[in-house]
């Protein structure tokens, strides 16, 4: 970047970009406004909470998280207990989930003394409010996923997979066209590739769309969960991941903005708008079974929450803060209800054969 570019806003960067070199594609246009370093929306803006543009699950409770972590201890258990292993979390946020994980995991003994705790993060912002929650288990951050010491890993993400670049393709009368991001009288438009990409590139699942079918693609999520699931395979362990998102290869678009906790038109306001596509979990499945790993069936938040024991958790809540019950029965409610996060956010686990995960069967 020149001493010019610099001053220059994220939108007039992108304008120069497009004049310069021609249409950007919708992951190009994607990964600027998220992660551009000094004018992406993950360095610039705070994302979460009430003052932010939306809310996660750990955010509306501490039951997500205590559960979370009786889960991974029950994991930790089946491996044994082994005195060293890696509990890394993808795109930790505030770093409330990782603390409510772990003030309840550390109830186990031993399992605060075998924790290496291991953080992937683009947010500087954020980063220093993980340090901040969390110093007390001495987290280190990882800039790429090259070293991992011995030992089990398990991977934790919450909402991480969502805000990964994808590319997007239209079905036209000649083929699939990826859709791209140019200038029209100065404003930024959609449009497509003039030719359409080789024929056979397509996964079988959408091969035969219909005309106009629009079909996302995450090459970012499957080389992250490609790594990972290599690691995984080698030194034993388990990815859980959460997300909205499908169990099967399909179309339909699902790209969308988001700012001051209300829908926003993808293109406009670049750096200042939370962009998020849904996640194609067959094809991370498809990667993770590739890698060596077993990957269980997809459930939906609410099945998982409720196998692992959200009412009992939030009764005993209730009765430890009575003044408090209609607030934690609501949070509740807003975990699992099919209306509300329990059905659009599912849950997938990839892990090494033998392991037997809670939570994904009745
Ligand atoms: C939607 S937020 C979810 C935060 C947290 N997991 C939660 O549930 O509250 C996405 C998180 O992923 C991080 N993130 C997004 N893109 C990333 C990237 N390319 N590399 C590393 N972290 C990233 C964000 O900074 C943020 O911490």
Not at 175 to 199: A, N, Y
Not at 265 to 292: I, K, M, Q, W
Request: charged content about 20%.
């Amino acid at each position: 970047m020149t001493e010019i570019d610099k001053n220059l806003t994220l939108e007039q960067q992108i304008a120069l970009q497009i004049s310069a070199s021609g249409p950007i594609s919708v992951a190009t246009y994607m990964g600027l406004c998220l992660t551009h370093p000094t004018r992406g929306y993950y360095r610039v803006r705070e994302p979460i909470g009430g003052k932010g543009d939306f809310i996660t699950a750990p955010e509306i409770s501490q039951m997500f998280g205590e559960l979370i972590g009786f889960w991974l201890v029950n994991l930790w258990q089946q491996m044994n207990e082994p005195k060293a292993f890696t509990l890394l979390e993808l795109g930790p946020g505030r770093g409330t989930l990782m603390a409510d994980i772990l003030r309840t995991a550390c109830r186990a003994p031993g399992f605060r003394d075998a924790l290496r705790l291991t953080l992937f993060e683009t947010s500087p912002g954020l980063m220093a409010e993980q340090q901040a929650r969390l110093e007390a288990y001495d987290p280190k951050w990882l800039q790429n996923f090259d070293n991992f010491e011995d030992g089990p890993v398990m991977v934790v993400a919450n909402e991480f997979f969502d805000a990964l670049p994808i590319r997007q393709f239209i079905r036209k009368e000649k083929g699939w066209h990826e859709r791209q991001v140019g200038l029209l009288d100065g404003k930024r438009t959609f449009g497509l590739s003039p030719t359409p990409i080789p024929p056979g590139s397509m996964p079988d699942d959408v091969a035969d769309a219909a005309p106009d079918s629009v079909f996302e693609v995450n090459f970012a999520a499957a080389e992250i969960m490609s790594i990972l699931a290599k690691i995984v395979s080698r030194q034993g362990g388990s990815i859980l991941a959460i997300d909205y998102g499908y169990g099967r290869t399909q179309t339909g678009e699902t790209l969308q903005g988001v700012r001051n906790h209300a829908y926003a038109d993808v293109l406009d306001a670049p750096g200042e708008t939370d962009l998020s596509a849904h996640v194609d979990f067959a094809a991370l499945a498809n990667v993770a079974r590739r890698a060596g790993l077993a990957a269980q069936p997809l459930a939906t938040q609410g099945e998982f929450l409720a196998r692992l024991g959200l009412a009992e958790r939030a009764s005993t809540l209730i009765k430890a803060n009575p003044a408090l019950a209609a607030d934690i029965a609501t949070a509740r409610d807003r975990l699992v209800n099919p209306e509300q996060m329990g059905t659009l956010f599912k849950v997938f686990c990839a892990h090494s054969p033998g392991l037997i995960p809670a939570g994904f069967s009745a």
